[in-house]
């Protein structure tokens, strides 16, 4: 399995993709690891890309207290500094690489640019008064999970408001196929939606390399239709968009979390083969008597140790329950099971005569 294929070639690491630093992936393009607070994800990826005597980014970080200085250290390790920077392609809304882009914006008047599918989801985020993740509880019911959204509370009960104030429009919406262009190389914009809804991706096939985001991760399955706004069938797109990654050349794989490895493809079939299985099992969950997404959630395994859903916290848990729904309504669309919603529940039955 393309799961074990971790390698950095090329990348001076010391086996640790989450180890501080700066590390030259390709001539003039390196990786720079930012932390992430109380995140199983552990880090994020930031790519600097030397762009004559400016850099642009792909991906800037969570504005954390100490994330500028942290850029900065790594990028003296090439004698430059983050006032060099003029330009941040962000794959996605999520808070894990858009709001540094924010604060970079703030300080140095860069330009940020961001997928035009994330509109809906960063105007919802930017919404004063907003509750913390109110769209994602509001699914959480409809799944059946009210157990997940209590435990959600009693986490995230007391946390105080999130800070709107990053989610500030960007100032340039990306189009699929737009192109790039950066001071001698040429990257190529393409939308990849299943993550969120505006995800995107930057290919430099000159050089070869992916900046694949959350789109393709080389050690974890990523999370499908994550954000304040859901697509309507967002495994669906999440596959399409991935089929579209076999279309272009077999790049190396620059991912936002986890090592950079040798073959986006290898991993494309592996995250295909995987959602195969899932589709699968989930299918499997009806059939033996689960109803809604959450009563089959509980009846699988989790995580490529095969955890119990009780074994999960409650963030992995609604993230748990989501990635069940996505996939049962995947289902419901290939004819293989029925689905009855309501307002407030949403459930799915064998389809046939037997389920009206
Ligand atoms: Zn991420």
Redesign the pocket.
């Known amino acids: 399995m393309a799961d074990s294929a971790g390698r950095d070639p090329g990348d001076q690491g010391t086996g640790d993709w989450t180890e501080p630093g700066l590390f030259t992936v390709a001539p003039g393009v390196h990786r720079i690891p930012l932390p992430l607070p109380n995140d199983a994800?552990r880090a994020?990826n930031v790519y600097a890309i030397e762009s004559g005597d400016n850099l642009v980014l792909v991906d800037a970080g969570w504005a954390l207290a100490e994330t500028g200085g942290l850029l900065d250290a790594a990028l003296d390790r090439i004698g430059r500094h983050s006032g060099e920077i003029t330009r941040c392609l962000v794959t996605?809304v999520?808070r894990?690489?858009y709001t540094m882009a924010v604060i970079l914006r703030r300080r140095f008047g860069i330009r940020v640019a961001l997928g035009i599918g994330d509109r809906p989801s960063l105007t919802a985020a930017a919404e004063p008064g907003r509750e913390n993740m109110s769209e994602q509880v509001l699914r959480m019911e409809r799944a059946g999970a009210g157990p997940v959204i209590q435990a959600l509370r009693d986490v995230f009960g007391d946390a105080p408001p999130e800070r709107e104030d990053v989610w500030e429009q960007p100032d340039e919406w990306l189009k699929d196929q737009a192109t790039i262009e950066l001071g001698g190389r040429e990257l190529r914009a393409v939308a990849t939606p299943g993550h969120t809804q505006g995800h995107t991706v930057f290919a430099d096939l000159g050089q070869n390399l992916l900046f694949a985001?959350?789109h393709v991760l080389p050690h974890i399955t990523p999370s499908v239709g994550f954000e304040a706004v859901a697509a309507e069938l967002p495994l669906g797109d999440y596959l399409r968009s991935l089929r579209m990654m076999l279309d272009l050349p077999d790049m190396r794989l620059l991912p936002?979390?986890g090592p950079v490895t040798d073959t986006t493809h290898a991993r494309v079939h592996a995250l295909l083969a995987h959602h195969e299985d899932r589709l699968n099992a989930c299918l499997e969950r009806i059939r033996a008597g689960a109803h809604t997404a959450y009563e089959a959630a509980m009846a699988l395994p989790w995580t490529r140790r095969a955890r119990r859903f009780s074994e999960l916290d409650p963030f992995n848990q609604m993230l748990a329950v989501m990635e069940t729904g996505v996939h049962l309504d995947l289902l419901v669309v290939q004819g293989r099971l029925a689905r009855e919603a309501t307002a407030t529940l949403i459930t799915y039955a064998l389809p046939g005569p037997a389920a009206r």
């Open positions: 994800l994020v996605h999520h894990d690489h985001g959350d936002a979390h």
